[in-house]
Every structure is written in structure tokens, then in C-alpha cells.
């Protein structure tokens, strides 16, 4: 969860923290402050919450099961994510504004069936055109067929899936060209066309 400075962050994160100073120290007020939140069942609102849930968990439940046992920090295994679906890189990255043609999408933990928001900015509103498509290769491809550039819109795009908590930051970027294209010369044309749907959906803020 990204945090907002009008919103303090829930208490779980707090607690993780917790958790974590009182598996260095060995302290049982903390282990009890930490357990105190752990113990209410916390409802996640995306995918950084559950990771951050978890985490807070597997400690607790550590600690009761061993409550002697020194816990010690471990470096993180090399490539290891939170389990968030989002998309790194589109290839190709930039096209015709007449759109109909191939894009792939490359990410992480894309569910089977993703809608990928493709947002378009038209002055101070965006214009967000949803499409379905369906993810492969252990949820990192997806493919969709680009769609018409909305009428004033801004060359650069912003692509994320649904489920990617930092929207409309850290999106993977688009650009439609400023002349025409024949997008039948990107090698990304190649092959079936993907099977997708899309709906296109203005709100006011960027």
C-alpha cells in the first residue's frame, strides 16, 4: 500500500514492525503488542496488505511455537516479489494512434484472466480503456491488441493491471506516434490475434 499522507497506514504495518524489534530484542511486551494485532484477523486491501499480514503472522506464530528461539534476519533470496500483479515492459512500446495491432505485455503475477488498464490523458482527465486478455507463461505475457488513441489525447500512456497498488505509478509506458505507422512492420504483429475485450472509462482525475 502506497502511503498517503491523509491516511495513516493500518496497524499491521506498525505491528510488523513490532514484531520485528521484539524478534532482535527477545522483548515479550513487544511480542504481545505485535500479537495483540495479529490476533484480530486483519482484512487486507491489496496485494502489499496480505504480504505485509502474512509476514506479521509467520512471526507470531513462530515465536508461540518456539518462544525461546533467537529469530535472525536473512537476506532476501534474489529475485524474490510480493505477489502483485503488474507490468514491467510492452513490446513494442510505442505505435500507430489508430491502434488494432499487437501489443505484449511482460510482468509479474498476472492472474489467468487480467484486465489491463491502458489510460490516456486528455488535459486534466484520464480516459481509461479496460481490456480483458488472458496471461501465459506462469502469469508474465499477456497480449492485447492496442486500441484507437482517444481524440486529444496525449501521446504517452500508462499501462497497469487490475490489482497493482501503486495505479497510476510505476505503470509500464506507452507512446503512440505523433505520425502514422504501419504497425504491420513491428515483429510483435506476428502470430494470432489475442483475444481480448475492452471499455474505454473518462474520469476526472490524473
Given at each position: 500500500m502506497a502511503e498517503?499522507?491523509?491516511?495513516?497506514?493500518?496497524?499491521?504495518?506498525a505491528a510488523a514492525a513490532v514484531a520485528c524489534l521484539a524478534a532482535q530484542s527477545g522483548r515479550e511486551d513487544l511480542w504481545r503488542s505485535a500479537s495483540s494485532v495479529a490476533d484480530r484477523k486483519p482484512r487486507p486491501q491489496d496485494c502489499i496488505d496480505?504480504?505485509?499480514?502474512?509476514f506479521l503472522q509467520r512471526l507470531v506464530t513462530t515465536h508461540r511455537?518456539?518462544?525461546?528461539?533467537?529469530?535472525?534476519?536473512?537476506?532476501?533470496r534474489a529475485g524474490a516479489t510480493i505477489?502483485?500483479?503488474?507490468?514491467?515492459?510492452?513490446?513494442p512500446d510505442h505505435g500507430s494512434s489508430k491502434g488494432g495491432y499487437r501489443?505484449?505485455?511482460v510482468g509479474a503475477h498476472l492472474p489467468s484472466t487480467?484486465?489491463?488498464?491502458?489510460v490516456m490523458y486528455v488535459d486534466d482527465r484520464q480516459v481509461?480503456?479496460?481490456?480483458?486478455?488472458?496471461?501465459?507463461h506462469g502469469g508474465t505475457r499477456a497480449v492485447i491488441t492496442a486500441p484507437e488513441r482517444a481524440a486529444g489525447a496525449a501521446a504517452d500512456v500508462i499501462v497497469y493491471p487490475d490489482g497493482w497498488p501503486m495505479a497510476p505509478l510505476n505503470g509500464a509506458p506507452f507512446t503512440f506516434d505523433e505520425t502514422s505507422v504501419d504497425p504491420s512492420s513491428s515483429a510483435s504483429r506476428?502470430?494470432?490475434?489475442?483475444?481480448?475485450?475492452?471499455?474505454?472509462?473518462?474520469?476526472?482525475?490524473?
Open positions: 498517503d499522507k491523509g491516511q495513516p497506514l493500518p496497524a499491521y504495518y496480505r504480504a505485509v499480514i502474512a511455537r518456539y518462544p525461546e528461539a533467537q529469530l535472525l534476519p536473512q537476506p532476501s505477489a502483485c500483479p503488474r507490468i514491467m515492459e510492452i513490446s501489443l505484449t505485455l487480467v484486465t489491463v488498464h491502458f481509461d480503456v479496460r481490456i480483458r486478455a488472458r496471461s501465459s506476428s502470430g494470432g490475434e489475442p483475444n481480448t475485450t475492452a471499455a474505454a472509462t473518462p474520469t476526472s482525475s490524473r
